[in-house]
Every structure is written in C-alpha cells, then in structure tokens.
C-alpha cells in the first residue's frame, strides 16, 4: 500500500499543517519509506526474545556498573541563591530575554 498525497493531506488536516503539492510529494516518498521499515521490523523473528522493561541493563560503554540512585539532603533556598549575582525575594534575577 503506498502513500499517497491524498494520505499525506488529510494527516496534514489532522495536524493542522499545510505543505505545497512538492512537499506532499516528498513527504508521501518518507512516509513511504518510514512504512518500509517498519514492515521489515514486523518481519523479524522475535520469539524468545525477552520484552525490554529499560533502554539499557543498567553498565556503562566500560561495562561497568552505574551508580545507584541514592537521595542526598536538599540545599535550601538561601543556599543555591548565594552565587547568583543578583536576586529578588528568593528568585535569581537575569537580563530581560524578550523585548
């Protein structure tokens, strides 16, 4: 099944985007191909293959182990304040961004 531009326009309508006739085209070709891939994916046999539960099995590129996660003492307000440069009522003041 190939993507076509009327596919690519009404996901653009779902989206609240709009594209040229260009863009659709080009957009139908990755979307095409994004599909692609994922049917490859689907293909693969993954019987006895265990279900993830985290991105890694918690080792570093060293192989060696992370740290564990252990809760420190929080520093309060007056603290993390002290090497700011300028502050205002238990806020940091910076340089206005937007003008």
């Known amino acids: ?3 076509s531009r009327d596919d ?8 609240r985007l709009s594209f040229t006739a260009a863009e659709e085209e080009a957009i ?20 006895g293959v265990a279900p993830l539960t985290h991105v890694h099995d918690g080792r570093t590129a060293d192989d060696e182990a992370t740290r564990e996660d252990v809760a420190t003492p929080r520093i309060d307000r007056a603290e993390a304040l002290a090497p700011a440069p300028d502050t205002d009522d238990g806020y940091v003041r910076t340089p206005a961004a937007i003008e």
């Not at 690519?8 to 989206?15: E, G, N, Y």
């Not at 095409?32 to 046999?45: G, H, N, P, S």
């Open 8 to 15: 690519v326009r009404h996901t653009a309508r779902l989206a």
């Open 1 to 3: 099944m190939a993507v």
């Open 28 to 47: 139908a070709h990755d979307m095409e191909r994004i599909l692609d891939y994922m049917r490859t994916l689907q293909a693969v046999d993954t019987a």
